[in-house]
Nanobody, 123 residues
Framework: VQLQACGGGLVQAGGSLRLSCAASGLRFRYSVWAWFRQAPGKEREFVCATRGIDGATIYDDSAKGRFTISKSEARNSVYLQMNSLKPEDTAVFYC?????????????????WGQGTLVTVSS
């Protein structure tokens, strides 16, 4: 299984970024796809997740209304559109996956991880 995240960068507060995660080695439709982030000096935390079979989503409160997770089964890819970015969103963002159809907010429930992409939001 390989997950490859990209799309991070430096953006001003209030700006937008779109992260992408290309996946291989899993049955896309029968997996759950998630984004986590880890800020400097902090633990990795859940951002959002989507279910491959029907696109059902869950979000952390910090992401609701600003971030949108989406997927493309044709491209075996998952995306994270981030709008209205704040300096406190600065973190390394990771895509993660687990087989099955139950989205989870727990880091330990995801056995597959991408390498992370850095998002820096300047004030």
């Amino acid at each position: 299984v390989q997950l490859q995240a990209c799309g991070g960068g430096l953006v001003q507060a209030g700006g937008s970024l779109r992260l992408s995660c290309a996946a291989s080695g899993l049955r896309f439709r029968y997996s759950v796809w998630a984004w986590f982030r880890q800020a400097p000096g902090k633990e990795r935390e859940f951002v959002c997740a989507t279910r491959g079979i029907d696109g059902a989503t869950i979000y952390d409160d910090s992401a609701k209304g600003r971030f949108t997770i989406s997927k493309s089964e044709a491209r075996n890819s998952v995306y994270l559109q981030m709008n209205s970015l704040k300096p406190e969103d600065t973190a390394v963002f990771y895509c993660a996956a687990r087989e099955g159809d139950t989205p989870s907010r727990r880091t330990n429930d995801y056995p597959y991880w991408g390498q992370g992409t850095l998002v820096t939001v300047s004030s």
